[in-house]
């Protein structure tokens, strides 16, 4: 080691006072103002080269996380020159000649341990954090509300959901779209080929509508069983009944008959059925 006290010329260059310590010409040196210059070195568990400061599982300085094939062994799938870095292994460093590490698409190089990067352009990768309220996993991206307990979870898998709790909550929406909701409302919308507005719902083709005020006009309706209730009027399967009369009819074929004690009054375009007892049977209604 060597004393240069009197190097003004080096204090006129630098802007420090003149070497007090020095080795090796630049590569180390301490000048008497205490500025301290060395091109690498080690501090406790820290290494330090010309492009990065680091312990080998975090760091700073420049590093280039490669990416090579698509079996990439780098956990966010593209290659990054980052700045800051952390893993939870030690990395293997390539250096180049100015001291820049590359570390290697290969499980040798520890790179699937890779936790967070920063770019050298500020982008941030990381396997899980938080940024506000939301936490980020490295399949899922999610938030709950600490008073209600509500949230919303939305998964890599392209599926999403939301509200209670539980591990799905009060709504569900698959990665194929198929849905699930515990209740709707909408004032406007479309669900497959229905059309929803604030009058009503009705099919695209308007063979069908269902109006807010309790309409509804069919141009076809088929049903094939339980029991359909218009006012006072019932009908079931197989007969029709409103307190005074109860017909029997297969209203497919056409043929029918009513019975009751007390039949009423049941009129058809070639029949009409009067009285208190007895059976009628004729042509459809």
Request: with cysteine; net charge negative; glycine share 16%.
């Amino acid at each position: 080691m060597n004393s240069d006290p009197n190097n003004e010329s080096y204090s006129s260059i630098t802007g420090h006072n003149s070497k007090a310590f020095f080795a090796n010409g630049e590569n180390f040196y301490v000048t008497h103002d205490g500025y301290l210059r060395s091109t690498s070195g080690k501090i406790a568990n820290w290494t330090i080269n010309k492009a990065r400061l680091s312990d080998g599982n975090v760091g700073m300085g420049q590093v280039v996380f490669q990416k090579e094939n698509n079996n990439s062994k780098n956990p966010f799938g593209e290659e990054i020159t980052a700045r800051f870095w952390g893993a939870s292994s030690a990395l293997t460093f390539n250096d180049d000649n100015d001291g820049v590490g590359t570390v290697a698409d290969n499980s040798n190089s520890g790179i699937e341990n890779l936790n967070f990067a920063v770019s050298n352009t500020g982008k941030l990768y990381s396997k899980a954090g938080k940024i506000g309220g939301w936490n980020i996993e490295q399949n899922k991206l999610w938030s709950i509300n600490k008073d209600s307990g509500n949230g919303i979870r939305i998964n890599a898998d392209g599926s999403m959901s939301g509200g209670g709790s539980g591990n799905e909550g009060s709504w569900v929406i698959n990665a194929n779209g198929k849905s699930s909701f515990y209740g709707i409302n909408a004032h406007t919308g479309k669900i497959g080929n229905c059309i929803i507005d604030e009058d009503g719902i009705h099919a695209k083709n308007e063979s069908w509508t269902i109006n807010q005020n309790g309409s509804a006009s069919f141009d076809n309706i088929s049903v094939t069983g339980g029991i359909i209730t218009l006012g006072h009027t019932t009908i079931t399967g197989s007969s029709l009944s409103n307190g005074g009369y109860k017909t029997e009819a297969n209203f497919e074929s056409g043929p029918f008959k009513a019975t009751g004690a007390n039949a009423g009054s049941l009129q058809g375009n070639n029949i009409a059925v009067n009285g208190s007892t007895g059976q009628q049977e004729g042509n459809s209604m």
